[in-house]
């Protein structure tokens, strides 16, 4: 499987619901990296599995969507518990979104996965792993 990864990072700010948080439960601000992976089996005809460039900049729509906002307000997350996990799935929600819209070009079609990974810091993060 051959793969290739953009990176970028959003601010957020959000609370988090359930006692296992502990004081994330009080509103509080997030910064995160956010890698988004796009898989294939074979490369298409240009020999990539995805333009690079068009990758970047849909990533950096995506991310523009949540960033600097209270997550908590945010009302197509209305009665999300906006975990590092949940926010993984969101973003690759939204990336899917925009390559079915035609923001990667035909080449997209190819896609076979797409891993959407959110590093909390150096040492704690999540992804979500998705087949195409």
């Known amino acids: 499987m051959f793969n290739v990864t953009v990176r970028d990072h959003m601010m957020v700010a959000h609370s ?10 009080r509103l509080h601000g997030a910064t995160f990296v956010v890698d988004a992976t796009f898989r294939r089996r074979e490369l298409d005809d240009d020999g990539v599995v995805v333009d690079i460039g068009a990758a970047t900049e849909l990533l950096r729509t995506v991310l523009g969507e949540l960033s600097y906002r209270n997550l908590d307000e945010d009302a197509s997350l209305a009665g999300v518990n906006t975990t590092t996990e949940v926010l993984a799935r969101v973003v690759s929600d939204r990336l899917v979104a925009g390559m ?33």
Request: charged content about 15%.
């Open 100 to 132: 079915q819209a035609g923001a990667l070009g035909p080449g997209a079609d190819g896609l076979d996965g797409l891993v959407v990974t959110l590093q909390e810091s150096h040492v704690a993060w999540a992804g979500y792993d998705r087949t195409l």
């Open 16 to 25: 988090l619901r359930g006692e296992v948080f502990g004081p994330a439960q």
